[in-house]
């Protein structure tokens, strides 16, 4: 037994001062991870900056057409309160500002992506009955197409909301049969609806976001959690294979050759490689889930779970690694054929486009890869997961490595008994 | 009882039709000499090694180490033997310390009996200084140096060395085979390959010559050189024709035979000190000014020559 840990430790020291493949293991599924959760918006650490939007409005009571009942309201200011309220504050920055021209300005000299300016007719528009109709304008900086989209929108969203809250208060009065004072029982139906706040409530973008059915934030996936799973177990059938090259390269530069000419057997060496490569991935993925946690906040799950999770996928990646090494005859062999059936697989599995919406064939041949079924249990443990949660999900997993380890095994037996 | 007995041994890759690289070799090596496996580069002395070593298994034959079979018991014969590679065989990425700390750990050493082993081979091979310093900073003789320390660490009952010196510079050479010469004076028994002739002239105690991977002679280097006999070579110019020359050295005494190669005579005799003055003296009676001579002493080289027709060096 000591042998085979003085093996395996001597392995492990030899990775851990290869600064190569430390990049290869340990910062390249990092920086993978973090472009493509920062490219796919998914991450709780990665927000889109707000867009800056200034808003005036000119809107007035029409002459001679004050409301009858309850306090005055401008709809315009209402509209305003819409842009300004605090829902919206992760997507726009919101300026109010003073005239038409000031607004259209602030774009103009690169202040504000966007001005949206009501107009003096905004009220009366909304409020009257002759089918006066008007227009918001949205005075955009072209070169801002993103932020433009955001605001319009909002913007356009807003305007169905008040457009609808009019029609409703239409056909609550005709209902009503008061015809005598139809008008007035519009205008006021229209404006209690526009101040009971139900339209800033449905205007609210973190309303619409999509939700898990338990809605709480502790059961939803992180989506950089999911990348940085993909592309840790990814990389760990790289880090694997570069370990167990290790039997290539020591049988090229004699080193193999000598240690069978000491007494210790070929199993015990062979035990030894195994150890290194299960040991130096176990490690790999370690330092990758502390990072994870430490650098994006991912939270994996429970630690019993995570655990197990974390022993399979080292077992998977040690077995598939320690396979290629056994079917090939050169380093070079290993470094050619390997790339290509970890990144096959990482395309069967999942490994870079995630588990949840794949469906037909794809979704079957998925749950047979040795790969896609850890990614889900990965997926199920950050949504607050149980070992029993996961436990279907391993099986597969377990049963490639097993499988993975006696081919190995055997090749290697037979190569150097 | 000589502690290596090889019977018969043989190897063959690929059979039947492979190449026969070992064929129907058998020699003894007694305790505490320095028995010499001689021969061209492919006459089959690292094959040879690889089955004492346990890591080719024979195709025939067998040999036994110690009392113990290579074939029936391999980690019998593991455990008193020794092997340093032709090739450098040692962590580059590692230090000198850690080396031998990991190959003693192989050869079953551990606590502090594997400290003080290491410190005594660091000693050994002149390395204490040295010993935190990774490999692949050292000279091509440091790196020779441990890759011998390391056979050395369980102190082995045989030392194989197979070609260690090949490829190093002259004061790294003379190290080793001075290195050589004290393991064995220390009562440990070496099997060492070579095709320097020189190398195996001045180590060994006895020598063995391989051919095509067959043992094609065996002895000490006195037992050896008989077989050319005893005569010196002398290899003569002149600036006259040979002819009447080679006629008249031929009627000297102590000359046992005179022809003509080429552009010079050749001439073998008893004593090369007693005949060269004479020869001069019949050169300068018959007209003829002698332009070179070379002696060549009867050595192994003329041994492989008389034996192979061949130069050890081809």
């Not at chain 1, 607004?103 to 949206?116: L, N, S």
């Not at chain 1, 449905?202 to 950089?224: F, M, N, V, W």
């Not at chain 2, 050589?180 to 105690?205: F, K, N, P, W």
Request: overall charge negative.
């Amino acid at each position: 037994m000591s042998k085979i840990l003085a093996i395996a430790w001597k392995d492990l020291r030899s990775t851990m001062r290869n600064v190569p493949a430390l990049v290869m293991m340990l910062l390249a599924p990092l920086a993978l991870a973090g472009l493509i959760g920062f490219a796919f918006g998914g991450g709780d650490s990665f927000q889109i900056a707000a867009t800056k939007v200034v808003v005036t409005s000119a809107d007035e009571w029409p002459p001679g057409s004050l409301p009858m009942h309850g306090p005055p309201a401008l709809a315009g200011e209402t509209f305003v309160a819409i842009l300004t309220s605090e829902g919206l504050d992760d997507v726009l920055e919101v300026t109010e500002v003073a005239g038409a021209a000031a607004a259209r300005r602030r774009v103009d000299d690169g202040d504000a992506a966007v001005a949206v300016i009501v107009p003096a007719d905004f009220t009366a528009a909304l409020y009257g009955t002759e089918g006066t109709t008007t227009a918001v304008e949205l005075y955009v900086n072209p070169s801002q197409e993103f932020g433009t989209a955001i605001t319009e929108s909002v913007v356009t969203q807003a305007l169905l909301d008040f457009n609808g809250a009019r029609a409703a208060a239409a056909v609550a009065a005709a209902v009503a049969g008061d015809s005598a004072g139809h008008e007035a029982a519009v205008q006021a139906a229209a404006a209690r609806f526009v101040q009971d706040g139900g339209v800033s409530t449905a205007l609210a973008l973190t309303d619409r976001a999509p939700h898990s059915p338990a809605g709480e934030q502790g059961e939803q996936g992180s989506t950089i959690g999911l990348v940085l799973a993909g592309m840790m177990i990814f990389f760990m059938f790289f880090g694997a294979s570069n370990v167990a090259r290790t039997i290539l390269t020591e049988d090229h530069d004699g080193t193999l050759p000598r240690m069978l000419t000491t007494p210790t057997t070929a199993s015990t060496i062979l035990g030894g490689k195994f150890t290194s490569v299960f040991l130096t991935v176990t490690v790999q993925t370690i330092v990758l889930l502390v990072a994870g946690r430490l650098i994006f906040g991912i939270d994996w799950g429970g630690l019993e779970v995570v655990a197990v999770l974390t022993l399979v996928a080292a077992a998977v990646a040690s077995g598939l690694g320690l396979l290629v090494i056994a079917v090939v005859r050169t380093p070079g062999q290993a470094g050619a054929i390997g790339a290509g059936v970890y990144l096959v697989l990482a395309l069967l599995g999942g490994n870079f486009t995630g588990t949840a919406t794949t469906s037909g064939t794809y979704a079957v041949v998925q749950g047979f890869t040795p790969n896609g079924p850890l990614l889900r249990a990965w997926d199920e443990a950050m949504r607050g997961g149980s070992l029993a949660d996961v436990a279907d999900d391993l099986l597969v997993p377990i049963a490639f490595a097993v499988v993975f380890f006696a081919v190995a095994v055997w090749r290697f037996r037979r190569r150097y008994a | 009882m000589s502690i290596v007995e090889v019977q018969g041994l043989s190897k063959q890759y690929d059979p039947p039709k492979g190449v026969l690289a070992v064929d129907d070799v058998s020699f003894a090596i007694e305790h505490g000499e320095i028995f010499s496996l001689l021969g061209p580069n492919g006459a089959g002395k690292s094959t040879t090694i690889s089955m004492l070593s346990c890591l080719l298994r024979p195709s025939d034959g067998d040999a036994l180490v110690d009392g113990h079979s290579v074939v029936g018991e391999p980690q019998a014969v593991k455990s008193v033997i020794g092997v340093v590679p032709q090739d450098i065989a040692v962590y580059p990425d590692m230090t000198a310390r850690e080396n031998l700390v990991f190959w003693g750990r192989m050869y079953g050493l551990g606590g502090d009996e594997l400290k003080s082993r290491v410190d005594e081979v660091l000693e050994l091979i002149s390395l204490v200084d040295r010993q935190k310093d990774r490999i692949d900073k050292f000279s091509g003789g440091m790196k020779r140096r441990v890759n011998i320390g390391v056979a050395l660490l369980h102190r082995p009952k045989v030392l194989y060395l197979d070609e260690p010196t090949v490829g190093i510079d002259p004061q790294s050479r003379r190290a080793i085979l001075d290195g050589i010469l004290a393991l064995r004076d220390q009562g440990m028994t070496v099997l060492y390959t070579t095709h320097y002739m020189a190398e195996a002239q001045e180590l060994s105690d006895r020598v063995g010559i391989i051919d095509h991977g067959r043992m094609i002679a065996l002895g000490t280097h006195a037992e050896l050189v008989r077989i050319v006999g005893e005569e010196a070579r002398v290899d003569i110019t002149v600036d006259k024709a040979l002819e009447g020359m080679v006629e008249r050295w031929s009627g000297l005494r102590g000359v046992t035979r005179a022809t003509i190669e080429e552009d010079h005579a050749k001439l073998l005799v008893g004593d090369a000190n007693e005949v060269l003055p004479r020869l001069f003296e019949e050169a300068a009676l018959g007209g003829s000014r002698i332009t070179s001579v070379n002696v060549s002493e009867p050595n192994l080289e003329l041994v492989f020559l008389h034996l192979t027709g061949r130069a050890l060096r081809e």
